[in-house]
C-alpha cells in the first residue's frame, strides 16, 4: 500500500444479545494508510439504545487480517464511549499491529447522553515498526559493507595482475669461475618488461651451476655493479 490509499475497513455490532452482519465503513470514515485524522463513524441506534442497552462494535482491518475485540460503546449504565483511537503499527507498505484505546464519558444522571449518541469520534494514528526499519537499515549497512569489500578484493587482485605483468627481471651475471666450486657474482642486470617478452627460454644450468649465455642471448639491459 502506498500513503493514502483507503485500508478496507469493516464493522459489526452488538445489541444485547443480537448482533449484525458485517458490513464496509465507507471511504471516507475508514483510515487511510499512513494518514493521521479524526472520523465520527455513525451507528445504527435508536435515540435511546445507548443509555438502556450494552452496545458493542468490532472492526476488521485490510481484508479482516486484523480483527479487534469487541469494543464497548455502552454499558447501558451511563458509560459511554467517547472517542476511540486507533494504532496502527505499519513497516514498508504492510500493517504489522493494530491496537485500539477507548475513552469513555459517564452521562451525568443517565437520563442525558453525551454528545456522541448516534456516532463514535475514531481517530487513526499511524506509527512506523522502529524494529523492522532498524533492521532494514542493518541489513543495508552489511551489505553495503560486503560489497564495498568484494569490489576491493577484485580491484587488489587486477592491480596485481597489471604489477606482474610490467614488473622487470633481474638477473645476475656471473664472472669466469674457472677452478672454482662457486660462482661469484658479478654484476645483475636490470631487463624491462619488453626484453623479458623477446627473451628465449633459458638452456639448463653448465655443470659448475652457471647459467648458459646462450639462455639470455645479447640485450642491452641496466647492468648493476656488486
Known amino acids: 500500500a502506498f500513503q493514502g490509499d483507503p485500508v478496507q475497513t469493516f464493522k459489526r455490532m452488538r445489541f444485547g444479545d443480537q448482533q449484525t452482519m458485517w458490513s464496509d465503513v465507507l471511504v471516507g470514515q475508514a483510515p487511510l494508510f499512513q494518514v493521521d485524522k479524526a472520523v465520527q463513524l455513525h451507528l445504527p441506534t435508536s435515540d435511546n439504545v445507548m443509555e438502556t442497552t450494552a452496545v458493542k462494535v468490532q472492526l476488521a482491518y485490510d481484508h479482516e487480517k486484523h480483527v479487534s475485540e469487541w469494543l464497548t460503546l455502552s454499558d447501558g449504565k451511563g458509560l459511554l464511549l467517547d472517542t476511540l483511537t486507533v494504532h496502527f503499527v505499519y513497516a514498508g507498505g504492510a500493517i504489522k499491529e493494530v491496537h485500539h484505546h477507548q475513552h469513555f464519558l459517564m452521562s451525568p444522571d443517565g437520563s442525558h447522553p453525551p454528545p456522541h449518541q448516534k456516532s463514535i469520534t475514531i481517530a487513526y494514528k499511524w506509527i512506523p515498526d522502529e524494529e523492522t526499519d532498524t533492521r532494514g537499515a542493518l541489513n543495508f549497512l552489511f551489505m553495503g559493507g560486503f560489497l564495498i569489500t568484494l569490489f576491493a578484493v577484485i580491484g587488489a587482485l587486477f592491480d596485481s595482475q597489471d604489477l606482474l605483468s610490467n614488473r622487470a627481471l633481474l638477473v645476475p651475471e656471473y664472472d669466469d669461475a674457472s677452478g672454482r666450486k662457486?660462482?661469484?657474482?658479478?654484476?645483475?642486470?636490470?631487463?624491462?618488461?619488453?626484453?623479458?617478452?623477446?627473451?628465449?627460454?633459458?638452456?639448463?644450468?653448465?655443470?659448475?651451476?652457471?647459467?648458459?649465455?646462450?639462455?639470455?642471448g645479447e640485450s642491452e639491459g641496466m647492468r648493476l655493479r656488486v
Open 182 to 216: 662457486k660462482p661469484v657474482v658479478k654484476s645483475f642486470v636490470l631487463y624491462q618488461p619488453e626484453e623479458v617478452e623477446g627473451m628465449e627460454a633459458a638452456a639448463e644450468d653448465d655443470e659448475e651451476g652457471r647459467p648458459s649465455e646462450a639462455g639470455l
